[in-house]
């Protein structure tokens, strides 16, 4: 992998400073603590890396956030570590560290924009959880609690992420029009603010929406701009998501080949990255 390299590179740099946590008074030394921060923090996000990888670069992220003794590096932190337990599938374990997070944020107060955006993403993550977990009523008012806040900042990726959110859980109650509906409204927010990574989220779930309704051309319109979007995004998780809606295409279309290739490369890329 072309990026192991940069791992130890970053590894010798961190053998110069103490990860203990303690005060950072040389601000020429905070300048370079808080870099270093920051490109863990874009490595544990880096799906092109294997898990456990993510994982290191996250807690090394968190270590260094507590040197800095900044709260919004240490939420940055802490949320990609809880990002990564979800996609492993330790849901209880990521609403425990969002829930931490949270209180965090509550404690800083509300002072900007960017306070209530915060608390707008919080809850619309903590939703997911929660409708992973199956508590659907849960997860909607969640969902529903962030858009409020989210239109009152007038944050249109927030809107639009919410909006998706609470499509997919209208479609499993049964709603497939009306989530539908809502879709479209969340993708035209995305469209205008050229919000590539909640596109894609909103292609995939038309898609497989327009399969359960039988409107396969429109499932195709879509789920090819997911495909677009993937390569664009170069995200492992998503992509593999792709290959299961296409997998559900065809198999819906009775043609069982292309249905088989479809999930076993799903398959492979969720065995591979460790996606739960």
């Known amino acids: 992998m072309l990026l192991k390299r940069v791992l130890l590179v970053y590894l010798i740099m961190l053998?110069?400073?103490?990860?203990?946590?303690?005060s950072v008074n040389n601000s020429d030394s905070l300048s370079i603590i808080t870099d270093m921060f920051y490109k863990y923090l874009d490595l544990s996000k880096d799906e092109q890396f294997q898990m456990d990888e993510r994982k290191m670069f996250s807690q090394k992220?968190?270590?260094?956030?507590?040197?800095?003794?900044?709260?919004?590096?240490?939420?940055?932190?802490?949320?990609?570590?809880?990002?990564?337990?979800?996609?492993?599938?330790?849901?209880?374990?990521?609403?425990?560290?969002f829930?931490?997070?949270?209180?965090?944020?509550?404690s800083m107060g509300f002072h900007n924009t960017s306070d209530w955006r915060r608390k707008a993403y919080l809850a619309n993550v903590m939703g997911l959880i929660n409708k992973e977990l199956g508590q659907y009523d849960d997860a909607l008012g969640l969902y529903f609690h962030s858009l409020s806040i989210?239109?009152?900042?007038?944050?249109?990726?927030?809107k639009s992420t919410a909006l998706n959110n609470i499509s997919v859980l209208y479609d499993l109650h049964g709603n497939t029009e009306q989530a539908i509906s809502i879709l479209k409204d969340s993708w035209k927010i995305a469209e205008k603010v050229i919000n590539k990574r909640v596109l894609l989220d909103i292609s995939i779930n038309l898609m497989e929406m327009y399969i359960e309704t039988n409107s396969f051309d429109s499932a195709k319109i879509y789920g090819f701009k997911a495909l677009e979007l993937s390569k664009i995004s170069n995200t492992p998780y998503n992509s593999a998501f792709v290959d299961i809606g296409f997998a559900k295409l065809y198999y819906a279309e009775k043609d069982y080949k292309s249905a088989l290739n479809s999930i076993e490369k799903g398959i492979n890329v969720t065995l591979k990255n460790g996606f739960e």
């Open 150 to 158: 989210s239109d009152s900042v007038n944050w249109d990726e927030g």
């Open 61 to 97: 992220a968190v270590e260094l956030s507590k040197i800095i003794n900044d709260g919004e590096t240490l939420m940055e932190a802490m949320s990609s570590y809880g990002y990564i337990l979800a996609q492993e599938g330790h849901y209880a374990k990521a609403m425990d560290l």
């Open 99 to 106: 829930n931490r997070i949270n209180t965090i944020s509550d």
């Open 15 to 22: 053998s110069s400073y103490s990860l203990r946590s303690q």
